[in-house]
């Protein structure tokens, strides 16, 4: 079994910061890529920014220059350091995680995910 917790979500004013981290525990051989989507009210779930495996990364155009991804490859966890948020940044965060459960098979595993609100 593998799970994701993730963790750092809340309430912060327009212009704020705030950071996301997602723990994966379990029967993990390895993890080929971890990232975050998000989703907001009446919207589909949108790719927020991933990091594979190599080091290669990967921005939503409405977030680049504002939010960070960073990965600890130790403690298989993933990170989202979210600076300058703005009310259209309000949405549940969710982290994804593509995990070699053996030497061939990869799944794919989602957090719970966590609530941001950007608001005054």
């Known amino acids: 079994q593998v799970q994701l917790v993730e963790s750092g979500g809340g309430l912060v004013q327009p212009g704020g910061s705030l950071r996301l981290s997602c723990a994966a525990s379990?029967?993990?051989?390895?993890?080929?890529?971890m990232g975050w989507y998000r989703q907001a009210p009446g919207q589909q779930r949108e790719l927020v920014a991933a990091?594979?495996?190599?080091?290669?990364?990967n921005y939503a155009d409405s977030v680049k220059g504002r939010f960070t991804i960073s990965r600890d490859n130790a403690k298989n966890t993933v990170y989202l350091q979210m600076n300058s948020l703005k009310p259209e940044d309000t949405a549940v965060y969710y982290c994804?995680?593509?995990?070699?459960?053996?030497?061939?098979?990869?799944?794919?595993?989602w957090g719970q995910g966590t609530q941001v609100t950007v608001s005054s």
């Open positions: 994804n995680a593509d995990i070699r459960i053996t030497t061939f098979m990869t799944r794919g595993y």
């Open positions: 990091i594979i495996s190599g080091g290669r990364i």
């Open positions: 379990g029967s993990i051989f390895g993890i080929n890529a």
